[in-house]
């Protein structure tokens, strides 16, 4: 079992590296390779001294030697090629194994991100969000070289040199892999113990920065508005400050550990060369073997010096993926379960049979033993005050949540055992507010039906009341609409999301409220454009102004989770002292006083 942090998470060493280990296994081939030929040349390079002292022993000898200094150097330049193809044939094997590997993760993020629940995106900012994976991404590929191209030959490296060094003097071997140990497990230490809390703390308020920069430039309409950009700039220099603070602390704490890991090397270097020049002044060394020593050591110190590096890198990637692979823990809100089949739809009837339900937070359920049937093509208006559950309706009918008991069923099936994008192609929407993709009017309203002509987007433009104004625009169904459709106006973006919901022809549609903020015009367009679209279809209206209900078959009004009255809307509204009465009474008060004024 994973060992847990403070948090109750996995711990981020082991959660991060086991995260990119199932990922290599993916590409066995591709792993074995890299690490192969990493392998092959860093034993090349392994042996280069051991030559360079034979080299030194054959030139000292005089010229004698000459075949031996000739053979030595050859196998120096041999030894120096498979080196330089074993580097150039890894990172070869490194880029594709690496890229494969960088995009899988940033498209399974993507989907599990587009399956998590409804509160999970209410509750994170979208900026931070594509930090975390971006961040997490470019540190993969950090990891990814630092692994396979810097630990795996420095491993290798202190091994052999250790080994080659105790065939010699086995004192000489002692002292390196004592040095050796010290120094690795002080610079594995100081990164985990004094480096990464700090870095970890810096990736958090650097994930705050991003999701402070994404809240600004996303609502700068509101921003201009009201003038605060200066309170904005504020705002961001208050984070700014506080991000600035903590990275300084991380970066401090990386270069005292650097200090620290110099330190030990000075020794180490110091150590080796007084060892070996005493074994020459015994007699027990040649000027080759000093030679020999001497280039190892220079081989090893610089495998050391870059192995404090490799392992600060090691931490700093690790931190930038803790956030990412966190994410990959995080189990679906409302996952398929095991074996859902797709939905078919024909009637249409919806009915909540002894459903109770409440939000995760709350401790009282807003629906308790609900039970409610909506026949197929039967319009329904919902009504009520803000909170009484009319928004939750809707929201269970898409299985955006989980009941707690009881069960929700379209034509008998229960929501709950089929996939839910087949549910939700079964249900077309016409938001209060609509979001449109910064992608052309064309895509957009294609959205619910990807594979529609062009002729087919036009005719559901033509049915929603939009094709005129779009082919007045310059560049007509190719235009593109802006992020979340800020360049349309509201009218606009009403009827090309109505526009959407008449092409996806789903037997099941809702609809919030889609002309309450809309002047009279649009609304006429909007509400024309609405009764053509509830033809046919099994409607759920969600009612502010109740003006938009009085047409429907029937009218529940919601209290508290309850249906407390349901009728057409003649008949209630002659139901003395009824809530639905009342509601209508206070809008028209409410109405009159505005047109006194």
Not at 339 to 365: D, K, L, Q, R, W
């Amino acid at each position: 079992m994973s060992r847990l942090d403070s948090t109750g998470r996995r711990e981020p060493f082991r959660a991060v590296l086991g995260f990119t280990f199932n990922h290599w296994a993916r590409q066995p081939g591709q792993v074995a390779w890299v690490s192969g030929v990493t392998i092959a040349g860093t034993l090349a390079e392994l042996f280069t001294p051991l030559y360079a002292g034979r080299l030194v022993d054959a030139v000292a000898s005089g010229t004698g030697a000459a075949d031996a200094a000739l053979w030595a150097l050859g196998a120096m330049m041999v030894l120096a090629a498979i080196t330089v193809l074993g580097r150039h044939f890894a990172y070869v094997g490194l880029t594709t194994m690496t890229l494969r590997t960088m995009s899988d993760v940033a498209q399974e993020s993507f989907a599990r991100l587009q399956r998590f629940s409804t509160d999970w995106h209410a509750n994170n900012f979208a900026g931070s969000t594509v930090r975390k994976i971006t961040r997490g991404m470019w540190a993969l590929d950090l990891l990814t070289d630092t692994i396979l191209i810097a630990l795996l030959p420095s491993l290798v490296i202190l091994l052999g040199m250790t080994v080659l060094l105790a065939w010699h003097w086995p004192v000489m071997g002692l002292v390196v892999a004592v040095g050796a140990f010290v120094y690795i497990g002080l610079t594995l230490g100081l990164s985990l113990r004094f480096v990464a809390p700090a870095a970890r703390l810096g990736n958090a308020w650097d994930t705050r920065l991003g999701g402070s920069l994404a809240d600004a430039i996303t609502c700068n309409p509101v921003v201009k508005a009201y003038g605060a950009e200066a309170r904005e700039d504020r705002r961001l220099a208050t984070v700014m400050a506080k991000w600035s603070l903590r990275t300084r602390r991380a970066w401090l704490r990386g270069t005292w550990s650097g200090t620290g890991q110099l330190v030990v090397l000075l020794a180490l270097r110091a150590a080796v060369i007084g060892l070996v020049i005493w074994l020459w002044l015994k007699g027990q060394a040649s000027a080759g073997d000093v030679a020999f020593v001497l280039t190892a050591y220079a081989v090893v110190h610089g495998y050391l010096r870059d192995v404090g590096q490799h392992v600060h890198n090691l931490q700093r990637s690790v931190n930038d993926m803790e956030e990412l692979v966190a994410m990959h823990d995080l189990p679906y809100g409302v996952p398929d379960r095991t074996g859902a089949v797709a939905m078919g739809v024909t009637a249409g009837e919806i009915a909540f049979e002894n459903v109770t339900f409440h939000y995760g937070s709350h401790h009282e359920p807003l629906y308790r033993d609900f039970s409610l049937t909506i026949q197929g093509g039967e319009k329904v208006g919902l009504v009520g005050r803000s909170g009484s559950g009319k928004t939750t309706f809707v929201k269970l009918v898409q299985r955006l949540y989980d009941l707690t008991a009881g069960r929700i069923a379209i034509d008998g099936q229960d929501i709950a055992e089929v996939t839910q994008e087949s549910l939700r192609r079964q249900i077309a929407i016409v938001q209060q507010e609509p979001v449109l993709f910064h992608r052309s009017l064309a895509e957009n309203i294609a959205y619910g039906r990807p594979g529609a002509s062009l002729a087919q987007i036009e005719q559901a433009a033509m049915l929603a009341n939009a094709h005129d104004f779009i082919v007045r625009l310059p560049k007509g169904y190719a235009t593109m609409v802006g992020e979340r459709g800020v360049k349309l106006s509201g009218g606009e973006r009403q009827r090309v999301a109505i526009a959407r919901a008449f092409l996806a022809d789903a037997p099941v549609l809702i609809l919030d409220e889609a002309t309450s903020s809309l002047d009279s015009e649009s609304e006429a367009l909007i509400q024309e454009a609405m009764e053509r679209l509830m033809e046919g279809r099994t409607t759920i209206v969600i009612a502010h102004r109740l003006s938009t209900v009085r047409a429907m078959d029937r009218i529940l009004v919601f209290d508290r989770g309850r249906v407390v009255e349901e009728g057409p809307h003649e008949a209630l509204l002659g139901v003395e002292g009824g809530a639905y009465r009342a509601l209508f009474e206070k809008q028209v008060s409410e109405l009159a006083k505005g047109l006194a004024v």
